[in-house]
């Protein structure tokens, strides 16, 4: 009996890994054919055509959401930072952390999971229900192309607004944390941003941005799959949402570690040691 078990616990996690794999496959094809389809379509007129009304619904109906989150943050971490700082009469230097946390992690990773949660759910719902629908099977029966036509501009648009809205919230974020460290907190103005420069390199600002193209790209194809390969009917389509926004959380996740890794020894390798919160 025990050694049924164990074969019977064998052949599950065999079953288990296999369709992990298998639905990495489909997914790498899926991505294979959006990345084809940009390469074709993404520049000409007809596809601009597609993609502005997706960059209003990614850009501009964001704009609001991703703002409070930056502006808030700034504003917790300064109030949750002041006190440490304080007992080591460092208080001054307070803004060079708040700014550095926001410009280099904190601002690009928030901005994504918002647009995630907001842009991602959306996308999938829309592409769920069409595929519930059938009218992504009816473009195919026309001879179009619904990667081309409902995926790439969706993609263009995660990618390209994503880094812009992370500007816009890692500048809330700092003027937030600003605005209390020295209105509320009472820290000088002049040391706060004297500090902030000395530690803070155009490298660190790059950083969060060019990390941000990555989580826009992993947020639009995570989301189109997950809306093409939705289940039937409304539950089916409100799983693929669910599923949709944790693997783009996940996805986020892991990128930010890879990445702060990878730009982490590439910026040592290039500078060495210098700068910092306290140099």
């Known amino acids: 009996m025990p050694i049924n078990r164990v074969e019977a616990l ?12 298998a639905a990495f496959g489909r997914f790498c094809d899926f991505a294979g054919r959006t990345f084809g389809g940009v390469l074709r379509s993404g520049f000409r007129w007809k596809g601009l055509r597609l993609l502005v009304p997706q960059m209003f619904e990614v850009g501009v109906r964001s704009v609001p959401v991703v703002g409070i989150t930056g502006a808030f943050i700034g504003m917790v971490m300064a109030i949750e930072s002041y006190n440490s700082f304080k007992q080591l009469g460092q208080e001054s230097r307070l803004g060079s952390v708040i700014n550095l946390s926001v410009v280099k992690q904190i601002g690009p990773v928030l901005a994504a999971m918002m647009l995630a949660g907001r842009v991602g759910g959306a996308l999938t719902a829309e592409l769920g229900t069409m595929n519930v629908t059938e009218q992504l099977d009816a473009m195919r029966v026309m001879g179009s192309d619904p990667i081309r036509y409902l995926v790439v501009p969706r993609f263009l648009a995660c990618v390209l607004l994503t880094p812009i809205l992370t500007i816009y919230s890692d500048l809330l974020g700092v003027v937030g944390g600003y605005f209390i460290s020295v209105s509320y907190l009472g820290i000088a103005s002049g040391p706060y941003w004297q500090y902030s420069a000395q530690a803070i390199e155009n490298w660190q600002i790059f950083e969060g941005i060019f990390k941000s193209i ?41 990128l930010n570690f890879f990445f702060a890794r990878l730009l982490s020894g590439l910026y040592f390798g290039l500078y060495g040691n210098r700068g910092g919160v306290f140099s």
């Open 10 to 21: 064998g052949n599950h996690t065999l079953s288990v890994i296999a369709n992990l794999l």
């Open 214 to 254: 990555f989580f826009g790209a992993a947020i639009g194809l995570v989301s189109c799959y997950k809306g093409f390969n939705s289940g039937a009917g409304a539950s089916g389509v409100g799983k693929a949402c669910t599923e949709s926004f944790v693997a783009s959380f996940i996805s986020i996740i892991v």
